[in-house]
């Protein structure tokens, strides 16, 4: 893998590699794999849990990381994207892992720099290690996903991590039903491999519930997509009277409690949300491992063939 720009790029036979890579670095030590490596991480875009858990991701396999935030950078003084990436290149990086609001602006570095790039979230496009830490938390806490019923619910129209995981959810044989009133459910979604309904009670028949945080800043001024948040709470958000014993929920985070998922379920025995925080970091180790490492073993071989 040269990068993971997309969940679309990858194969079953990726996921699973990269699932089992990360599932042999879970453990505390510090690892020396990624020594005299250096990992930049460039975010556009607000993150706790991503921007964190690349930055602890490499320093766990002992690279040198530099964190960058848009705020704050030379991008407040109207540096473009280009020359950014054509500044931050000139420290000859290893991986530069990147957010920003634009679609397919990793894409673009990926053609501007040498280095190996890993997309942490472009627009409402694709987040492509949210979906790979999903399904190494789903796997964990249910033994398997081959068959599996997940449902995602709310705000599908502005969601790349609902995008990279109906994809990932499809290469791995399970099965996704999009949940969504209807203004936020975009039209033609179908066709990444996926049922759709805007009724809840659907539900009912999923092993996971993956819930959506609604997110408004990416909607437009002035529109409306649900009658008002009161109302998408009534109908559409999580609440333990809606959920069976045992279902499982999800939710990427940042969390609206209150709004599209209720404290108690967040909260609850069934939630596997800090499941998931806690299967970003082995996940972005792997990532990490898979991108650099694995790939300077490969053309070893290579040389020596
Ligand atoms: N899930 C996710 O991407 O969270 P952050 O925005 O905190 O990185």
Redesign the pocket.
């Known amino acids: 893998m040269k990068h993971l720009l997309s969940i679309g790029d990858l194969t079953r036979a990726d996921v699973e590699r990269l699932l089992e890579t990360a599932r042999s670095l879970d453990g505390p030590e510090p690892l020396p794999v990624l020594r005299g490596k250096l990992v930049l991480n460039v975010f556009y875009?607000?993150?706790?849990?991503?921007?964190?858990s690349f930055e602890l991701a490499a320093k766990r396999l002992s690279a040198s990381t530099l964190t960058i935030k848009s705020s704050g950078s030379s991008a407040d003084k109207g540096e473009s994207l280009k020359d950014t990436v054509l500044t931050l290149a000139a420290y000859e990086p290893d991986v530069i892992v990147i957010?920003h609001p634009q679609i397919g602006a990793p894409a673009f570095v990926a053609r501007h720099t040498a280095a190996h790039v890993v997309n942490?979230?472009d627009g409402k496009h694709q987040?492509p290690t949210?979906a790979l830490l999903d399904l190494y938390a789903m796997r964990k806490a249910l033994g398997g996903l081959e068959g599996l019923h997940v449902a995602i619910v709310g705000d599908v129209l502005h969601s790349r991590?609902a995008r990279s995981l109906v994809q990932a959810l499809g290469l791995v044989s399970a099965h996704t039903t999009l949940i969504a009133p209807p203004a936020l459910l975009p039209r033609g979604i179908e066709a990444l491999g996926c049922e759709t309904t805007t009724e809840l009670d659907a539900i009912g028949a999923a092993d996971v519930v993956y819930v959506l945080r609604m997110q408004r800043e990416r909607m437009l001024a002035g529109a409306s997509y649900v009658p008002s948040l009161r109302e998408y709470t009534a109908r559409w958000g999580i609440t333990p009277e809606r959920l069976r014993p045992g279902q499982k929920v999800m939710h990427?985070?940042?969390l609206n409690r209150g709004v599209e998922i209720d404290a108690r379920v967040a909260d609850g025995p069934d939630s596997l949300v800090l499941e998931q925080v806690r299967a970003?970091l082995v996940v972005r180790m792997a990532v990490l491992h898979d991108l650099v490492a694995a790939g300077a073993a490969a053309a070893r071989l290579g040389a020596v063939a």
């Open positions: 875009e607000s993150s706790t849990r991503t921007s964190s957010r942490a979230g987040h949210q991590v990427p985070g940042p970003g």
